[in-house]
């Protein structure tokens, strides 16, 4: 069996400067904390970041936003990170904003080798801009692109030594058609489990999709707030079943 668990050091040698990487955090809350933070550490820079959201200033890929080490996002949403909004109408950071489902599509596409989507979200307003116009059956649409990254970085909430990777509840979110859409694939984890401990029915994301996993080291960070607390109820009333 191929390994597949690696140190953060010998995961942070794959990423480099002007990279593409897409990233299955949002708002800040399900992050690989502790790979953004030897990034920092070894400052990279210059890279073009693909998420649902920006993060926060001081919490998932935000962080690297807010120390300049990102120029341009890919993204659906920047409203809660402040740097990132400072950044872009200081034209010091290029913003790609995505409807969000023409992003999911677009990403799919990428992962599974398609030339595009058709879609007509997105008609007659800036999102327009620039790109192809299809007619099929009498109406238009936007000719979306594929997108893909150098890495993919995900956090999971289990993954077992094969690198099948597990996301309880909604946190697996886009974790799924992400891993497809990248050259490397990494998964930070908290928990590592032996091969044949994760139900096959809910294993997210395969082995074969997955190159390196790395077990977290230090203490489980919180998630944003309101998360957590939701996160709390539901253990509670698995804790009273």
């Not at 904003?97 to 599974?112: D, K, N």
């Not at 150098?150 to 956090?155: K, M, T």
């Not at 928990?191 to 203490?219: H, N, S, T, W």
Request: hydrophobic fraction near 40%; charge should be negative.
């Amino acid at each position: 069996m191929k390994n597949k668990l690696f140190s953060r050091e010998e995961i942070l040698d794959q990423i480099h400067d002007g990279q593409r990487i897409i990233y299955s955090d949002v708002h800040g809350g399900m992050s690989a904390d502790e790979i953004i933070d030897g990034m920092l550490e070894r400052g990279i820079k210059d890279l073009t970041l693909i998420g649902i959201t920006s993060g926060r200033v001081n919490m998932g890929m935000g962080r690297l936003i807010a120390e300049h080490r990102v120029k341009k996002i890919i993204t659906t949403h920047i409203g809660l990170n402040k740097a990132a909004i400072e950044q872009m109408f200081a034209g010091e950071l290029e913003v790609e904003f995505v409807p969000q489902g023409t992003f999911a599509e677009r990403i799919r596409c990428g992962g599974f080798g398609l030339g595009g989507c058709l879609t007509r979200t997105g008609l007659g307003t800036q999102v327009q801009e620039g790109k192809e116009i299809i007619n099929v059956d009498g109406k238009d649409y936007l000719l979306e692109r594929p997108i893909r990254a150098d890495v993919a970085l995900l956090q999971a909430t289990k993954a077992d030594r094969a690198g099948n990777l597990y996301c309880r509840g909604t946190s697996h979110l886009c974790v799924d058609y992400i891993a497809m859409a990248a050259d490397l694939v990494v998964a930070e984890v908290p928990e590592l489990v032996e091969i044949g401990e994760l139900d096959p029915e809910k294993v997210i994301v395969q082995a074969p999709i997955v190159d390196m996993v790395y077990v977290r080291q230090g203490e489980k960070r919180p998630l944003w707030p309101a998360w957590e607390a939701q996160i709390n109820k539901i253990k509670a009333k698995e804790a009273a079943k």
